[in-house]
């Protein structure tokens, strides 16, 4: 495997090479360590919880994917499905039997899904489901969380500047603070008439990972129906990641929306939008809000998603607790590490998501998330990198765990951690 290493056939190292032909050398911002400095990892190969580099460099991986593997690397269930489809079709652009069995699982998970449509990203479902909500009430404007992420689309990309409403071509978009169910009462006292949805992370997971405070989802779902807005739920992360059923069967909320990603793509590209039949049902060819595509329920990405969901349905008992149980225990281990050290550090854990802010807390949202200590965070980053523990290289980024995590990876995490933090005090 010696050939996929550029510097021993006397080439220029990777990232001067992807400069040169790659804007930043990155095909996603998030990539490029900019935040942190250094320079990225080039990936050869996965195994179970761990990465390979191209210089033959293992380290325990905690991005997952940034979420969708919730397996693990390379799971042999996975790579069947995948290799399966691969020797039938790739892609033909037409319909599939899988493409109904698939949307019929998706149903019978979430039950506030009554109908649903493929995407082939997050992006797309989010645009998907916001122009669904514009043609079933009629209004343009929508509503979404500062420090929340939906995708790189104009209407959602306003981030973090409360109450200052951006105005798109289709409408504007106010921002709200997350977990603050006042602060929405308060916007929607002079706009809410004018709004088509709110949008959520139900688990905010770009801006670490912070749960919903209690009440915070119910309350946006009495608000919605108070004032005829679409409540959209955007489990892109946390659909089939947090409860089998994703965040709305954790947190007990129905959306008339849901936006999904990440799993249902069984670690290829893929995204989706479904909800209450009658608003679905607006979506072409039936109704004016036009979506699709040709790589839509595209057979690769279909067989694979079908393959995950029918495996996590068949392993749930045991899969989600042992989730659940591993994050739990290591985020209390690292804040008890970090205290003993004189560390400030607060921790959030939501099934298999977790959080890390170097803060003493709490760290509800984003106003929260932005006095944390950037410093710290890179030299954590940086001194766990070494000794091969990979988490996100940006603090905004939730860290995930998969099923391949296991005691193992726990006491090798944790004795790392043991070792930064002292040397970090």
């Known amino acids: 495997m010696s050939q996929d290493n550029p510097s021993q056939q006397g080439m220029a190292e990777p990232e001067v090479l992807a400069k040169q032909f790659i804007p930043g050398g990155v095909h996603s911002a998030v990539r490029s360590f900019e935040k942190i400095g250094g320079q990225p990892r080039y990936w050869q190969c996965g195994r179970g919880a761990y990465l390979i580099d191209h210089q033959q460099r293992m380290y325990l991986d905690y991005i997952g994917g940034f979420g969708p593997l919730i397996l693990g690397h ?8 995948m290799q399966d489809q691969a020797a ?88 709200a603070r997350y977990n603050d169910i006042d602060d929405v009462a308060q916007i929607l006292s002079s706009v809410g008439n004018q709004l088509a949805a709110i949008i959520v992370e139900p688990v905010a997971g770009n801006m670490g990972c912070i749960p919903p405070k209690p009440e915070f989802l119910s309350g946006l779902q009495t608000l919605c129906k108070q004032y005829g807005i679409v409540y959209i739920l955007d489990e892109v992360m946390t659909g089939f990641r947090v409860a089998l059923g994703g965040a709305q069967a954790h947190y007990q909320v129905e959306p008339d929306l849901t936006v999904l990603g ?5 670690g290829l590209p893929a995204g989706a939008v479904g909800g209450r039949a009658d608003i679905m049902n607006l ?133 790392a951690s043991k070792e930064v933090f002292s040397s970090m005090s």
Do not use: W
Request: hydrophobic share 35%.
């Open 74 to 81: 390379s799971h042999p269930h996975m790579v069947k499905a």
């Open 283 to 415: 979506a072409s060819p039936n109704g004016p809000a036009r979506m699709g595509g040709t790589f839509s329920s595209n057979p690769m990405t279909v067989a694979s998603g079908l393959a995950m969901l029918q495996y996590l349905s068949a392993h749930a008992d045991e899969l989600y607790p042992q989730l659940s149980d591993y994050t739990t225990h290591l985020t209390q281990e690292l804040k008890a590490q970090a205290k003993h050290y004189g560390v400030p550090l607060t921790t959030h854990s939501v099934g298999g998501m977790m959080g890390l802010f170097f803060s003493e807390g709490p760290v509800d949202h984003y106003d929260h998330v932005e006095q944390c200590s950037q410093e710290h965070f890179r030299d954590f980053f940086h001194r766990m990198l070494a000794q091969g523990i990979l988490i996100a290289a940006d603090s905004d980024e939730a860290q995930f765990i998969s099923s391949e995590h296991g005691e193992d990876e726990l006491n090798l995490t944790l004795n």
């Open 88 to 175: 039938l079709a790739t892609v033909h652009g037409g319909c599939h039997l899988n493409e109904i069995r698939f949307a019929q699982l998706i149903t019978q998970l979430m039950p506030s899904i009554q109908k649903v449509r493929m995407m082939n990203s997050g992006t797309e479902a989010v645009i998907a489901a916001i122009r669904l909500a514009q043609h079933y009430t009629g209004r343009q404007s929508i509503l979404k969380f500062q420090g929340s992420y939906h995708g790189t689309a104009d209407v959602t990309l306003n981030q973090h500047t409360i109450h200052d409403p951006v105005n798109t071509i289709h409408g504007a978009t106010y921002l």
């Open 262 to 266: 990440k799993i249902i793509g069984g």
